[in-house]
């Protein structure tokens, strides 16, 4: 035994070394992190990579500066001054081309009230292309001070979809130290009131903080060679606080129970690793296979949250399961150093009264189980019918942070009726034999879809080789060789066009264009047989964005349940326990997705979030990302409850008193551990990331569904209910079954 143990703390060291080890790999995660978001295989993207590898556009990656305070970019006083601005960014490292009004007469840069804007590509680094926008603000501010002695009202900004995914980067670093700030002392405040105790109290905090930090580094040290996305810093701080905390809480508990009976530090230790273990593996291991099945997603910020759950989740288990045990012996009754002043002493009577309440709850609800199953499954059978109008549409109105410089210059772009550039559709047309350079039978197939598009009233601008050279094909040698590289590929047989919306098309109706577009499909659009059409930009990555979530929602869904049965099974060895924790789970996330309607969708309640007017609709992310969490993470506390049910019937004791002696052993534990998980992800829904605010909101409505009506009323009901059934067939093994 004392081998043993000695190999424990030796492996207790080594799992320490690695986590110490690790850590500064945290503080540099985030600079590897993407905001933009990529959806591999889809139509969007491979436009993206034809634009880099066939045509090597200058501009794949771009920033729109917007300029104010100027004379006219079409006077002579304004092109001089426009001139400075183009030369200072073209000076810039990392810049490959620089348009504007300079370079292309085109009336679509000279915006309403004389200003204009000016499209600034990036070339591709080692670095996420974001890391270059601090470097623009640099140099733009720099030329809005030497033009402001002679312009004193001069504003230079920068939009796009470059800076607005910087903003949003800033704005989820900035939500994850709210959060932080406001978590950790909540936490440790209901901690001290679920053990009265500081030692007790700040190991789960601990798990917590060092399963962040564990998590970021490896996520930071896997972004070098995989797209992450930012999004892991805030899952991975809400996970591992949740999970870290949860199940540190258990283990300490049953820690503290091995001490009240007696037992020394080491033996308490063992029992509390022994008893605890097997339940935590159950549990990480359902909340595991939710995070595995998003990496069947083929989009990047789907995958990184899966990437974050799983290794969150993973290495809470291990330091749960493994460094806990071992300063657990090694404190023994120490465990309850700086009892607070409310706190009674950790003793035998205080044990012998833990679960007094709970226990006569569970009486109740052994003694009326179909009147508890009625009042509690009646109101969230409606909450969950609300489920059924949930629409994963892109949410209405402005949901970007509206102090962020991105987002206000995008503002002026709207007050120009410019702001479709931002917005624009990228359709590259292939023909299958004449070259669109080379002959005038491409040239004037791409002429005509350059008008007929343009003759849309859904479009305020059509740019292409056609319209630069004016329609006529001779003009193709005036033009200048970066704008060759944009519009046409190396081979002359694919041509780009950039489709700009006017700015009473909303994201949502460009989204609808896009699939328009493709259904109609290049054959109706040209008449060539054979000719092929692809849409890229902003709303064809929306559009197929929304499409590979709604197609994959099912197999997730079908993966995440079929998974966790599977593990259930193994764990538990009962057909009606796994089946029951299934079903209660769908109940749990319904009604979630049931409250998410109400409260964002339909805007009941949703200024207290800091959500002013109704969203019309949620991210498409957020219901697939959510199942998968709240599908594990509920699983928690079904395995926590149900474990020691059968605990006790092993016992020998039936099933109606079982239950009592269950829920007394637990649902403390489960209170208090609901109660942290809902503070944690609570704290999430008042940062400025609305993605983030919609995710955790449903993760604490969920938790707090689950933890009270499900877990404490129908769970215990349903187990009652079906008596021996619970365990068949081979859950009690060969326990004694009192005949009562």
Request: aromatic share 6%; proline share 5%; glycine share 8%.
């Amino acid at each position: 035994m004392s081998f043993m143990r000695v190999r424990r703390f030796w492996v207790a060291g080594l799992v320490l070394i690695a986590v110490l080890a690790l850590l500064p790999f945290s503080f540099h995660a985030e600079r590897h992190l993407e905001t933009a978001t990529r959806v591999e295989g889809s139509e969007a993207e491979t436009v993206r990579q034809e634009l880099i590898s066939r045509f090597r556009s200058p501009f794949v990656d771009r920033v729109v500066l917007v300029i104010q305070g100027l004379p006219p970019a079409d006077s002579e006083e304004g092109e001089q001054a426009l001139a400075a601005i183009v030369a200072g960014m073209r000076d810039e490292p990392g810049v490959s081309g620089v348009v504007s009004y300079l370079q292309l007469r085109d009336p679509i840069f000279l915006g309403k009230g004389g200003g204009t804007f000016v499209l600034v590509g990036l070339a591709s680094t080692d670095v996420p292309v974001e890391s270059l926008v601090p470097k623009l603000h640099e140099r733009a501010n720099a030329l809005a001070n030497n033009l402001r002695g002679r312009y004193p009202d001069v504003k230079l900004e920068l939009t796009g979809e470059l800076p607005l995914n910087f903003d949003i980067r800033k704005a989820s670093a900035d939500d994850v130290r709210r959060g932080e700030s406001l978590v950790i002392p909540a936490t440790l405040g209901l901690l001290l009131l679920a053990f009265g105790s500081m030692v007790a109290s700040l190991i789960p905090l601990a798990v917590g903080q060092l399963a962040i930090a564990t998590t970021l580094a490896i996520t930071g040290l896997l972004a070098e060679r995989f797209h992450l996305s930012i999004l892991v810093q805030n899952l991975a701080t809400m996970l591992g606080l949740g999970l870290g905390i949860d199940y540190a809480l258990l283990m300490v508990s049953r820690f503290r129970e091995a001490i009240c009976a007696g037992h020394d530090g080491p033996a308490a230790s063992e029992i509390a690793a022994r008893q605890a273990g097997r339940t935590l593996l159950i549990s990480a291991s359902t909340v595991a296979i939710g995070f595995l099945a998003l990496l069947t997603v083929p989009i990047s910020e789907i995958r990184s949250i899966g990437v974050a759950g799983f290794l969150v989740a993973g290495i809470s288990v291990l330091l749960t399961n493994v460094l806990v045990p071992a300063l657990l012996a090694w404190l023994g009754p120490r465990i309850d150093g700086g009892r607070m002043p409310f706190a009674p002493k950790l003793d035998a009577y205080r044990s012998a009264r833990t679960g007094v309440r709970w226990r006569r709850w569970g009486r109740v609800i052994v003694a009326h189980p179909w009147f508890a199953l009625l009042l509690a499954a009646t109101p969230l059978l409606l909450l969950a019918w609300q489920a059924t109008r949930l629409d994963t549409r892109v949410p209405k109105g402005n949901w970007l942070p509206e102090s962020a410089e991105s987002v206000q210059a995008l503002h002026t772009l709207e007050k120009m009726d410019r702001a479709g550039v931002v917005y624009s559709m990228r359709i590259i047309l292939e023909l299958p034999g004449d070259s669109i350079a080379q002959t005038d039978a491409g040239w004037n197939i791409l002429d005509r879809l350059s008008k007929q598009l343009a003759s849309d009233p859904r479009s305020a601008r059509v740019i292409s080789i056609t319209t630069i050279a004016e329609g006529n094909r001779s003009n193709l040698t005036d033009l200048s060789r970066e704008t060759h590289r944009t519009f046409l590929s190396s081979d002359g047989r694919a041509a780009l066009l950039e489709v700009l919306p006017t700015d009473s098309v909303s994201l949502r109706g460009q989204v609808d264009w896009v699939r328009e577009l493709r259904k109609t499909g290049a054959f109706a659009l040209t008449g060539v047989p054979g000719a092929t059409l692809k849409i890229g930009g902003i709303p064809a990555l929306d559009a197929d964005y929304q499409t590979i979530v709604s197609n994959r929602f099912v197999p997730v869904t079908a993966m995440v349940v079929v998974g966790t049965l599977v593990a259930l099974l193994a764990g538990f060895r009962s057909l009606f326990a796994a089946v029951k924790a299934i079903a209660l789970n769908l109940l749990s996330v319904a009604s979630s997705f049931g409250a998410l309607v109400l409260v964002f969708q339909d805007g009941h309640g949703s200024k207290l979030l800091g959500v002013h007017g109704v969203t019309g609709s949620v991210f498409p992310l957020v219901p697939i990302v959510t199942f998968a969490i709240v599908f594990g993470l509920s699983m928690d506390y079904e395995v926590f409850l149900v474990a020691r049910v059968l605990e006790a019937r092993k016992s020998g004791m039936s099933e109606a008193d079982a239950i009592p002696e269950g829920l007394a052993r637990t649902a403390g534990l489960i209170t208090s551990a609901a109660a942290i998980m809902i503070v944690v992800f609570a704290a999430f829904t008042f940062g400025n990331f609305l993605v983030v605010k919609m995710i955790g909101f449903t993760l604490a409505v969920a938790v707090a569904i689950d933890a009270t009506l499900v877990r404490i009323v129908i769970g215990p009901a349903l187990l009652r209910l079906a008596g021996d059934w619970n365990w068949w067939p081979g859950g009690l093994g060969t326990a004694r079954r009192p005949s009562r």
